[in-house]
């Protein structure tokens, strides 16, 4: 209750910072992208953890506050940077009956290109929907918007919504990454959601590569995109800024 009452005045004054996270091209590791992260540093609690605070705006209702002031902040930081941006949507944010409008109006206020963003949703709640959620993406794709399927693998309830819903992308959740380098069949399963995904023509980002050798394996077994605290740690704009530059 009282930690609303914060988020809510933190949110209306701006106070919601986003910190990047670089994502590589698998092949030659060059940055191609950034995933933006929502920050809440409480004043007495420190940091409270997005699971967190996102859980409470949902709950009462600052979600979409919440999300449009992540989306304008991250686009504000990333527009001079040349690389696309991916900005994570919680289910309530997917579900509101605006948002498509809302996506468009941040897109408008910033002047960021719509090519260069990418939404990340994750595969649980399109699942009770998917002829609902089918036309949003539909229409979000019209924009000129890309759309990730995140946390891949870990609400395994059915397949068959891959072929019905139009992404763009899969990102294959970290919990599939961490031991391919000492389980085989760990690597047999990161292999196979690759496979599924080609046959779909989906590219695949790996989340979570903190190893060379994580980073290889996920290589070979048909990754085109890369990410984890092997490329980088998410970072707040400033340092965001000097690291591409840095690379470029
Ligand atoms: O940044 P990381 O440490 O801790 O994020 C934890 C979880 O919070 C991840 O599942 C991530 O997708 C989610 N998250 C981070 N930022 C945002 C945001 O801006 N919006 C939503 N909906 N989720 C976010
Ligand atoms: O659910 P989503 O994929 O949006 O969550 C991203 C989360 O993963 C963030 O909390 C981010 O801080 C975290 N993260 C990013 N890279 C790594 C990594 O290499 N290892 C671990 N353990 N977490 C990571
Ligand atoms: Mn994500
Ligand atoms: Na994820």
């Not at 209306?12 to 060059?30: D, K, L, S």
């Not at 919680?90 to 408008?108: C, K, N, T, Y």
């Not at 990410?227 to 704009?237: A, I, S, T």
Request: a neutral charge.
């Amino acid at each position: 209750r009282r930690l609303e009452n914060d988020l809510r005045a933190t949110i209306a004054a701006g106070g919601i910072a986003v910190v990047f996270q670089p994502i590589v091209e698998a092949r030659a590791g060059r940055v191609v992208g950034v995933e933006a992260l929502a920050r809440w540093n409480h004043p007495r609690h420190g940091p409270v953890s997005p699971e967190l605070f996102v859980r409470v705006a949902e709950r009462s209702g600052l979600i979409n506050d919440l999300g449009r002031s992540v989306l304008v902040t991250a686009c504000r930081e990333a527009i001079g940077w040349n690389v696309d941006l991916a900005v994570n949507l919680s289910p309530a944010q997917f579900w509101d009956r605006m948002l498509v409008e809302r996506i468009e109006a941040a897109l408008a206020e910033t002047g960021f290109p719509a090519d260069r963003l990418e939404l990340e949703i994750t595969e649980s709640y399109l699942l009770r929907r998917p002829d609902a959620a089918e036309e949003i993406l539909v229409r979000l794709r019209a924009l000129g918007i890309r759309i990730a399927l995140d946390d891949f693998g870990t609400g395994f309830a059915s397949i068959g919504y891959l072929q019905r819903l139009s992404f763009d992308r899969i990102k294959i959740d970290r919990s599939f990454v961490t031991h391919v380098v000492e389980q085989a069949r760990a690597a047999d399963m990161a292999r196979a959601i690759v496979v599924l995904a080609e046959a779909l023509d989906l590219p695949v980002t790996a989340e979570g590569i903190e190893t060379e050798g994580q980073a290889a394996i996920m290589r070979l077994t048909g990754c085109s995109r890369l990410q984890g605290w092997l490329f980088g740690r998410p970072m707040p704009p400033a340092e965001m800024g000097r690291w591409l530059a840095q690379r470029s």
